[in-house]
């Protein structure tokens, strides 16, 4: 059963830009994806939409709708009343390129600022080996599909221009904290993370984890376990001496600070 | 229409207020398109912590009406000050202080919660509008987040904890002496009783159920594999943690539920209800 669907679209780019109008038929089932696309065949052939596998996996079609960060193609018309106008603007955190295109390459940047994972020494059979349970923990993180929403809707660089330099944001915290629990890891970056990934800039009002359209539980099973993790490293006088007596567990051994 | 030249042009200064009205970012003048009532929760939160405060404060330094035989309040618990007959478990080492005893206790608790993870989201949101909601810009100019004195201390958080546990200990024992009646005879009940004990379940629920908690048992770990004990106990903390939040806010409910009561007991507004 099809209607009409009022929509705003943000076009423009940095020059300036507004919200236009558009009222497109949609039928049963057809996500905002579908939508805009009729949009763009039928009304507006120059509106730019980044997009790719229709399926929540590639992270590409990244925009805000009603105000809300989320994946074009996972939000279902369904979700809103049919008379309601759904409007859909470019992610705000990012420097927009065109109408619904912005510029993630900041995420890229931070990427390379990320010490690569770095294993030990193979084993006398030539194999590297690491326990079930293990692996296990970080695979929650490694369902990420990289849209950059965390990054787009965390406020210390959508709210803050100049924190952009000094920090990595959610998606990278994931990784540090992805890497810190590796069974075979080598390299120790608990003071990179506190420092030129700016983790301390967090203040943990978990929006990152509201937003992220895998429904990783970034802030508790990343950023606060990589915060502790800080905290043992920097500030804990009692971890401190523990290390210094030797009755500290020995888990970290091996590892060298980057 | 701008093309992707847009990219060379990113590069520039920006004003260090330069949130989502920068220069590079899509012009919308709105702070937020969201249509929903985003301001509902950061609003509650707000009314809800405050009337506590309000009323936790006014208790902590009344300095009466905290022990009603045999039951103390668990803002009192334990009472070291100069506290009155049957209050004293564990005596009056700060006899002297000349405030409320209160006011020697309830730094702990209150430090275990103004640094505790989830309270932290809640009052900056709520408190601080850093930020009010999801997508909602905030109203400060500059953010420095936890870099910085004072903030910089909710890295203690884990230390509040270890005297958390020690404030559930504390309560557990005085749970237990509520199993008795005036007269210090045991085996006696009555809703006071009741509610000390669902208190104290929440306080170990919330205490439990802590980040750092699952940090310390296990969390630090980078090979579950070898220790299977401790892996266990982090699988067990984990699924409390889940519902930290939970606990956080029934356990501000029945604490202040339960010193209300005492308090009335101890006023003589109404006789305890004996179960047995």
Redesign the interface.
């Known amino acids: 059963m099809g209607y009409d669907l009022k929509m705003r679209v943000?076009r423009?780019?940095?020059?300036?830009?507004?919200?236009g109008d558009y009222t497109v038929e949609v039928s049963e089932g057809e996500v905002v994806l579908d939508a805009l696309h009729r949009v763009q065949a039928t009304q507006a052939g120059?509106l730019a939409i980044r997009w790719n596998c229709k399926a929540g996996k590639c992270g590409s079609c990244s925009a805000?709708i009603?105000?809300?960060?989320r994946l074009l193609c996972m939000t279902r018309l369904s979700d809103f009343e049919e008379s309601e106008t759904i409007?859909v603007?470019?992610m705000?955190?990012?420097?927009?390129?065109?109408d619904l295109v912005?510029?993630v390459?900041y995420n890229y940047e931070k990427a390379k600022e990320l010490p690569y994972f770095e294993p030990p020494p193979r084993d006398s059979d030539g194999k590297r080996r690491m326990?079930?349970?293990?692996v296990e923990?970080g695979q929650e993180f490694r369902k990420c599909i990289e849209c950059f929403l965390c990054q787009n809707?965390c406020?210390?660089v959508?709210?803050?221009?100049?924190?952009k330099p000094a920090f990595a944001g959610p998606r990278f915290f994931l990784r540090y904290a992805e890497l810190?629990?590796?069974?075979l890891d080598t390299h120790d970056r608990r003071e990179l993370a506190q420092g030129a990934a700016?983790l301390?800039?967090?203040?943990?009002?978990?929006?990152c984890t509201?937003?992220c359209p895998e429904g990783i539980k970034i802030?508790?099973n990343a950023i606060?376990?990589m915060?502790?993790?800080?905290?043992?490293k920097?500030?804990?006088p009692l971890v401190w001496l523990g290390s210094k007596i030797g009755i500290r567990?020995k888990?970290?051994d091996g590892r060298t600070e980057v | 229409?701008?093309?992707?030249d847009?990219?060379q042009?990113?590069v520039q200064s920006?004003p260090?207020?330069?949130?989502?009205g920068?220069?590079?970012?899509?012009?919308?003048n709105?702070k937020?398109?969201?249509?929903?009532r985003w301001w509902l929760t950061p609003l509650a939160t707000f009314l809800v912590f405050f009337a506590f405060i309000v009323y936790a404060t006014f208790r902590a330094f009344y300095g009466h009406d905290y022990y009603s035989a045999p039951y103390l309040s668990p803002f009192y618990s334990p009472c070291l000050g100069d506290c009155v007959g049957g209050a004293s478990d564990f005596g009056r080492p700060f006899q002297a202080f000349p405030l409320s005893a209160a006011l020697i206790v309830l730094i702990f608790p209150l430090g275990f919660r103004l640094t505790c993870?989830y309270y932290?989201?809640a009052y900056?949101?709520a408190f601080w509008l850093?930020?009010p909601a999801?997508?909602?810009?905030?109203p400060?100019q500059?953010?420095?987040?936890?870099?910085r004195f004072p903030?910089?201390l909710q890295?203690?958080?884990?230390y509040f904890w270890y005297a958390a546990v020690v404030v559930g200990v504390v309560l557990t024992y005085d749970v237990v002496l509520a199993f008795r009646n005036e007269q210090d005879e045991w085996g006696h009940m009555g809703l006071g009783t009741l509610l000390m004990l669902v208190n104290v379940v929440l306080i170990w629920l919330y205490t439990l159920s802590c980040?750092?908690c699952?940090?310390a048992v296990g969390?630090?770990?980078?090979?579950?594999?070898?220790?299977p004990v401790r892996?266990k106990m982090w699988t067990f903390v984990s699924k409390l943690?889940?519902r930290h939040a939970q606990f956080a806010w029934y356990s501000l409910f029945s604490v202040a539920l339960v010193d209300l009561y005492i308090y009335l007991l101890a006023a003589n507004v109404f006789d305890d209800p004996r179960f047995f």
């Not at chain 1, 705000?92 to 065109?98: K, L, Q, S, Y």
């Not at chain 2, 500059?142 to 870099?147: F, V």
């Not at chain 2, 969390?219 to 220790?227: E, V």
């Open positions: 943000w423009g780019d940095q020059s300036g830009g507004e919200l120059d805000e009603n105000g809300k960060p409007t603007t470019p705000r955190t990012f420097p927009v390129i065109r912005t510029d390459s326990a079930q349970i293990d923990r809707t406020h210390v959508r709210d803050h221009e100049d924190n810190d629990m590796h069974p700016g301390g800039m967090c203040n943990i009002t978990k929006c509201e937003v802030t508790d606060i376990p915060k502790e993790r800080v905290a043992d920097k500030f804990d567990n888990d970290n | 229409m701008a093309s992707t847009a990219r042009s990113k920006v260090s207020s330069a949130g989502v920068g220069p590079t970012r899509a012009r919308i709105a937020t398109l969201r249509t929903d993870y932290r989201k900056y949101r850093s930020p999801c997508a909602v810009a905030e400060h500059k953010y420095s987040g936890e870099t903030l910089i890295n203690v958080h884990r980040h750092s699952r940090h969390g630090r770990l980078r090979h579950f594999s070898k220790h892996y943690n889940t």
